[in-house]
């Protein structure tokens, strides 16, 4: 196996390998690239999406720069995907989000893992397990979600919440680590006939 084929398989890889080094850094180049356009580009902004994801999108995505990540290949999003400033995804595994999936600003989808024992983990050593997001998920900002999360359908992550474990469908969650507090129910939809908001 190579090194990107074990890190994709979530087993220990050697994150000093040649190929994976390269992929990283086409990633920043394209990151960068990506932050410096003007942000009225729409057309050139879809092209490094488009080239950064591996993917053609069916409708755009907005990545509001900066934007960063390590590879973008294992980043899938779902329609109507929307970030705000300051995104950080570390995808050595995949990091999956559904349609309707709205990100705060200074927020992380972070993969990786490294050893505990500082011996291993100076061998430039890790692993990687996946971020899975559902769909019409709303992330405050400053929010954290660590590697092997999964996030369920019509969820709310409060501002400033480090996710640690998986959160169910349909709760507004927050805390550090991050818990279900509540389910949102009707009484949450805003009357938008009434005349003071």
Known sequence: MTEK???????????TDTELVNARNKAKTLCRDYNNLDPTNIVAQT????ELLQKEPDEFRCFTAPFWCDY????KVGKNFYSNHNLVILDCAEVIFGDNVFIG?????YT???PIDAKQRNMEIEW???????S???FGGGVTVLPGVTIGDNVVIGAGSVVVKDIPSGV?????????IRKITEADKLDLNDPNI
């Open 5 to 15: 084929e074990k890190m994709i398989a979530g087993k220990v890889y050697d994150c």
């Open 47 to 50: 092209a490094i999406i488009t």
């Open 72 to 75: 973008g290949f294992n980043v």
């Open 105 to 109: 600003p200074n927020c992380g989808f």
């Open 112 to 114: 990786a893992i490294h």
């Open 128 to 134: 990687a397990k996946p971020i899975k997001v559902g």
């Open 136 to 138: 019409d998920v709303w």
């Open 172 to 180: 507004v969650a927050v805390g550090n680590p991050c818990k279900p």
